[in-house]
């Protein structure tokens, strides 16, 4: 009775508003919509609600419109997530729609009578067609409603509906539950020929931009719909291909873009070897591989020419908005990709040939200063772009751009392009400059790149690191004539203006340099490496404590941070391990005085991290000293940082016996006070930082030192104070604590874990049930969509390790959840996907009745609390009654 009145108040609104408002009209409509999601076709009378509409229609027909309206949004609503049913009837309500799929195009078909309609009845069309219902090719390829839409092609005022409708059946056709292609050749065969005929209204300069746009869409559509069919190679094929040119041609670059993920799906089908399988042998697969890329050769070699157009900065660049200048910078890193896709067909030694007579031609126009430097700029950015496709034996085309570079003008915008391109093509520069001598000139231009702007400079610096990493072999002989590039750029000396954080470039770079000396020359080099980096830091102690607890954090990260680049780069652990051993008195005097600091102590820490990583066991007294200070300095100060360093401490050395009894004094020590910060979710909320780093740490000790962790009288301690945090929102520390629990059930998985399994069991069995439970709240709603995968993850682990055990706690947990949120089918069906898992089966398999719990149990917020109220995740010690 309730959903009869119900019923009856939405058609009368419908009939009252039929004239009104056309926004009221259509959230009535999604009103009425959204009650026939939740509403089963039964309870509409015979036939549901597409049949309710129909007799609507035929006994109130001036009502048509609004009627018409809620036609059009029925379908929508299958994919509106926002509506609160459940999964299973929402499933239920798709299938009673493509049901009814033949009724519904009836009642479209009648109202096209009506030529006002005419637009509205095409739109309710292309809405029934995102169904993807499986109505024969044969069939629709004659019916009145295609018909009509393909009709309004051909009008002097393109119809958006007609449009939108052709659109959706290219799509249509391409889809797997349509029947696919195949099935809907005859479709196809309609469709493609009346598109093909819209193409001279693409350079029609009569015509209106937005119909253009419309045709440029069609055309991308049948790109991107049939790119498998084009890919053959066929003379029907390149027809489209042809058009699709003309759309990448046209000089409004919204229109022209629409073409790029055609052209990179092409490009993928062609390369792909399992695009070719069906040919059987190689000879065979070879043969035809090497036919279609010869096919579509031309078509990829216009493309170069055509897009590169669009890298070039506009005349006015200097006064573009900051979204204008991000805009601008999209679509080069767009064409960047095309240029990319075009290299993957043509070979890069190919495409490089084109991009360089382009860049020829423009060369001249920036001889003089005053000269136009803009086409040179976007020329080379190209050929930057595709520097990963290029040849490192190329000897045609890179040694002429190589001599053409310093010959160009030092405008700060090509500089840096130049700059750019000279680091994208270090590894050619490696190969080639054991020929010729060519390192010597490329780095007197980056010296220029770095004394003109900051964006040169930056450029510069980052081409200095390429360069140095891939030419190193050869520039270790010249690392005294390297090194005052780095004195001057670490100072600010001269005219330098690379900043601060891209000096870390350069400090990279002759680490990388350092990493190729003999070990002897190596010390030396670190040695002077450091001394520009030292000094101030250790002018900054000298000053006395009350100066160095007042100065700014950046004064002294500054330089830590570049302390910490030459650890982790250079690669030659005595040489690290004899530097970190003389800088500790500077490093303790920081970590003894800025231990309140959280910016110096990450940076420190960091250093230390890198340190230990490159050095290892090489450390010697170092590491005891280290550990034992920031053990101590954690008990007061809690920074997180000291729990990350321990981290890699436990992963260096959490292996060796000789360091079994400091370790173990660390980690109780560290997670002994952790535990004591953190004994409710405030605590976790207030503090994700140090939940994160703690439980990052766990997850280290399971993995590197079982024998360790595992029996240590913490391990029980940590193991509650993981259970309280689980539902922390922040999502780091959530996963780490997440990550930490799965690898404590996946104990058994590991060679160095098995063994301590039975302790294992004896502090999860206790608390299988109270575990399991927040697990299923989390999954209920307590942590946000996003982590399901990592929560399901741990509890499929927690399932696998006690097998009926951990069941019987995921029914008990289950069933606290009223039948009022979920239903007995939906509880059976989650406790059926963990019994899988139990079993060994494929996880990805059980994924889909466990999101549909977390989807019923999170539908609205009135369902959300009452799961939430009764799994009561916060409390560790729940009585089951």
């Given at each position: 009775m309730a959903l009869q009145t119900g019923q009856h108040y939405q058609s009368t609104l419908l009939k009252k508003f039929h004239k009104g408002p056309p926004k009221v009209r259509t959230q009535i409509s999604i009103a009425v919509a959204a009650l026939a999601v939740h509403v089963p076709a039964e309870d509409w009378g015979d036939g549901g609600i597409v049949n309710w509409l129909k007799d609507e229609m035929s006994s109130h027909p001036e009502y048509v419109p609004g009627f018409l309206e809620l036609l059009t949004v029925l379908p929508e609503e299958v994919f509106n997530y926002k509506i609160s049913a459940r999964p299973e009837r929402r499933r239920q309500f798709e299938k009673e729609l493509t049901s009814q799929m033949e009724v519904a195009l009836g009642i479209l078909t009648a109202c096209l009578e009506t030529s006002e309609l005419k637009e509205q009845v095409l739109e309710a069309f292309s809405s029934w067609l995102r169904l993807r219902h499986g109505i024969p090719g044969s069939v629709l390829a004659s019916h009145p409603l295609v018909l009509s839409a393909l009709s309004s092609l051909n009008a002097e005022l393109l119809s958006e509906a007609s449009v939108n409708v052709i659109s959706e059946l290219i799509h249509y056709t391409a889809a797997g539950s349509s029947g696919g292609i195949s099935v809907q050749i005859p479709l196809i065969q309609v469709i493609v020929p009346q598109v093909m005929s819209l193409k001279a209204q693409l350079r029609d300069p009569?015509?209106?931009?937005?119909?253009?746009?419309?045709?440029?869409?069609?055309?991308?559509?049948?790109?991107?719909?049939?790119?498998?069919?084009?890919?053959?190679?066929?003379?029907?094929?390149?027809?489209?291909?042809?058009?699709?040119?003309?759309?990448a041609s046209h000089p409004e670059y919204d229109i022209a873009s629409m073409t790029f993920n055609f052209w990179h799906n092409l490009q993928a089908i062609l390369t792909r070897r399992?695009?070719?399988?069906?040919?059987?042998?190689?000879?065979?697969?070879?043969?035809?591989?090497?036919?279609?890329?010869?096919?579509?050769?031309?078509?990829?070699?216009?493309?170069?020419?055509?897009?590169?157009f669009w890298v070039q900065y506009p005349q006015d660049y200097q006064g573009l908005s900051y979204e204008d200048l991000k805009d601008f910078k999209h679509t080069r890193y767009a064409v960047a990709d095309v240029l990319i896709d075009a290299a993957s067909i043509l070979g890069g030694d190919a495409t490089l040939r084109i991009l360089y007579m382009k860049l020829v031609e423009v060369v001249s126009l920036c001889e003089?200063?005053?000269?136009?430097?803009?086409?040179?700029?976007?020329?080379?950015?190209?050929?930057?772009?595709?520097?990963?496709?290029?040849?490192?034996?190329?000897?045609?085309?890179?040694?002429?751009?190589?001599?053409?570079l310093p010959k160009l003008p030092q405008q700060p915008q090509l500089l840096q392009t130049v700059c750019l391109t000279i680091g994208a093509y270090s590894k050619w520069l490696d190969a080639a400059s054991s020929k010729i001598s060519i390192l010597p000139t490329v780095i007197d231009i980056l010296m220029r790149g770095m004394g003109t702007s900051e964006d040169s400079a930056a450029a510069a610096a980052m081409a200095f690191r390429h360069i140095c990493d891939d030419c190193r072999r050869q520039l270790c002989g010249y690392f005294d004539s390297l090194f005052p590039i780095y004195h001057k750029a670490v100072n600010g000396e001269g005219s330098i203006k690379v900043s601060a954080e891209d000096s870390l470039h350069l400090v990279e770079a002759l680490s990388m340099v350092i990493t190729q000396l003999p070990p002897d020359h190596a010390k030396k080099a670190v040695e002077a490496l450091c001394i520009p980096v030292v000094n101030p830091l250790q002018d900054s102690i000298n000053q006395g404590p009350e100066i160095l607890e007042k100065k700014p954090a950046r004064e002294l990260t500054v330089h830590i941070d570049r302390l910490a680049y030459i650890f982790r780069y250079v690669n030659h652990p005595e040489a690290v391990a004899d530097a970190i051993q003389r800088l500790w008195p500077i490093f303790k005097a920081v970590f003894d005085l800025r231990a309140w600091d959280v910016k110096t102590m990450e940076s420190l820490c960091r250093a230390c991290k890198y340190a230990v990583r490159t050095s290892g066991r090489f450390m010697g007294i170092t590491i005891g000293a280290m550990l034992e200070e920031i053990q101590g300095?954690?008990?007061?100060?809690?920074?997180?940082?000291?729990?990350?360093?321990?981290?890699?401490v436990i992963k260096i050395?959490?292996?060796?016996?000789?360091?079994?009894?400091?370790?173990?004094?660390?980690?109780?020590?560290?997670?002994?006070h952790t535990?004591?910060?953190?004994?409710?979710?405030?605590?976790?909320?207030?503090?994700?930082?140090?939940?994160?780093?703690?439980?990052?740490?766990?997850?280290?000790?399971?993995?590197?030192?079982?024998?360790?962790?595992?029996?240590?009288?913490?391990?029980p301690p940590l193991v509650d104070c993981s259970m309280i945090g689980i539902t922390v929102q922040h999502r780091e520390a959530s996963n780490s604590i997440l990550i930490f629990l799965s690898d404590i059930f996946d104990l058994a998985k590991s060679s160095k874990g098995e063994h301590y399994v039975s302790i294992r069991d004896s502090v999860i069995i206790p608390r299988g049930a109270s575990l399991t439970r927040i697990l299923v709240a989390s999954i209920a709603g307590a942590l946000p969509s996003s982590r399901l995968e990592t929560v399901t993850y741990a509890l499929l682990a927690l399932t696998r390790a006690y097998g009926l055990q951990s069941l019987e706690w995921a029914k008990d947990s289950v069933s606290l959840i009223p039948l009022t949120a979920v239903t007995e089918v939906e509880r059976s069906r989650f406790i059926h996907a963990l019994s899988d898992a139990a079993s060994g089966k494929d996880i990805n398999i059980m994924m889909t009745p466990i999101e549909e719990l977390s989807d019923v149990c999170r539908r609205n917020r009135t369902v959300q609390d009452i799961v939430q109220g009764a799994l009561r995740p916060l409390e560790l010690n729940l009585v089951c009654v």
């Open positions: 009569l015509k209106d931009e937005e119909d253009v746009k419309a045709i440029a869409r069609l055309f991308a559509d049948m790109g991107d719909s049939y790119v498998e069919l084009i890919a053959t190679g066929s003379n029907e094929s390149m027809l489209i291909v042809q058009a699709l040119l003309e759309v399992d695009s070719y399988t069906v040919f059987g042998n190689e000879a065979s697969i070879e043969a035809e591989r090497n036919r279609r890329l010869q096919v579509f050769r031309s078509a990829y070699e216009s493309l170069v020419s055509l897009v590169s003089n200063e005053h000269g136009e430097w803009r086409p040179a700029e976007a020329a080379l950015f190209c050929i930057r772009a595709i520097s990963s496709y290029v040849s490192i034996v190329e000897a045609e085309v890179m040694p002429q751009v190589m001599i053409l300095l954690y008990l007061q100060h809690h920074q997180p940082c000291f729990l990350y360093l321990s981290s890699e050395f959490g292996s060796d016996p000789s360091c079994t009894d400091y370790l173990k004094n660390l980690i109780e020590a560290l997670f002994r535990t004591c910060l953190l004994t409710n979710i405030k605590d976790f909320t207030s503090r994700p930082d140090i939940a994160d780093d703690c439980f990052l740490l766990a997850s280290r000790c399971i993995r590197y030192c079982p024998q360790i962790f595992i029996p240590s009288a913490i391990f």
